[in-house]
């Protein structure tokens, strides 16, 4: 390790945190003799950590835990987290992987709502642009969503947009909607099989906050010509990879 960087006490301090986050309560001795510290050097940096909040001691037992000052960094982090700007590095590497247009998407009152786009390097017009909205039923993005919202809140959105149709292979009927749901949260992605757009496949993964709920989506889309069954079966792993990439930077596991 750099010397010049390296700082052995701030060093032993993480260790001491994350071996009592791992055993949630620990004494000195126990410390001690698990990371190999001599038992003063422990209770002096325990002593700092419960100043500052990081640990919290039982004076009863004499044992120490994780103290609530990480519970307030932790909700400034997640409260500063940009969606869009944690999915931008993994979107571009999917564009550059498949050369399709890359949506990502979040739900908003009973649609879907691009805040990203990138155009790939195939030439492929579309009716999605960041900022516009979309339905829910006969996009791959949408149906990730509604699959895996809860029942009741997704049948109420069907009910208040409907199911209308937008090309012959929309799917309108309720039962054979909520049949392709059940399918979709099996399988862990989505496939708009020109459902929203005659000529064009999308598939789409789900994406989760730290709070385990669906938050947003990511598709690729392309021409159903390139778009084949063996290339969906290619491109599924790729797509459910990088969402759950995303909702790792989100706080989820």
């Known amino acids: 390790m750099d010397n010049i960087t390296y700082v052995k006490s701030v060093d032993r301090a993480l260790k001491i945190i994350k071996l009592i986050s791992a055993n949630k309560n620990m004494g000195v001795t126990e410390i001690a003799h698990q990371i190999d510290i001599n038992k003063s050097a422990v209770h002096r940096i325990l002593t700092t950590l419960v100043n500052h909040g990081f640990v919290e001691k039982d004076p009863e037992m004499n044992r120490y835990k994780i103290g609530y000052t990480f519970l307030e960094i932790a909700s400034n982090l997640l409260e500063s987290i940009d969606l869009r700007e944690e999915a931008l590095p993994f979107l571009k590497e999917l564009e550059t992987l498949t050369n399709e247009v890359i949506h990502l998407v979040v739900y908003d009152q009973g649609e879907?709502?691009?805040?990203?786009?990138?155009?790939?390097?195939?030439?492929?017009?579309?009716?999605?642009?960041?900022?516009?909205?979309?339905?829910?039923?006969?996009?791959?993005?949408?149906?990730?969503?509604?699959?895996?919202?809860?029942?009741?809140?997704?049948?109420?959105?069907?009910?208040?947009?409907?199911?209308?149709?937008?090309?012959?292979?929309?799917?309108?009927?309720?039962?054979?909607?909520?049949?392709?749901?059940?399918?979709?949260?099996?399988?862990?992605?989505?496939?708009?099989?020109?459902?929203?757009?005659?000529?064009?496949?999308?598939?789409?993964?789900?994406?989760?906050?730290?709070?385990k709920e669906i938050t947003a989506a990511i598709s690729i889309s392309g021409p159903t010509m390139r778009m084949t069954e063996n290339r969906i079966g290619e491109l599924k792993g790729k797509i459910m990879s990088v969402g759950r990439k995303i909702s790792s930077r989100l706080g989820y596991s």
């Open 112 to 211: 879907v709502v691009y805040i990203e786009k990138l155009e790939g390097n195939e030439t492929l017009r579309m009716h999605s642009k960041v900022g516009r909205r979309a339905p829910m039923h006969c996009t791959g993005v949408g149906k990730v969503i509604l699959a895996n919202l809860p029942r009741p809140m997704a049948s109420n959105i069907i009910d208040q947009k409907g199911l209308p149709k937008h090309t012959d292979k929309t799917i309108t009927d309720k039962e054979a909607f909520f049949r392709e749901l059940e399918k979709v949260e099996q399988q862990g992605y989505a496939i708009d099989d020109e459902e929203n757009e005659d000529g064009i496949t999308c598939i789409a993964a789900p994406i989760f906050n730290h709070q």
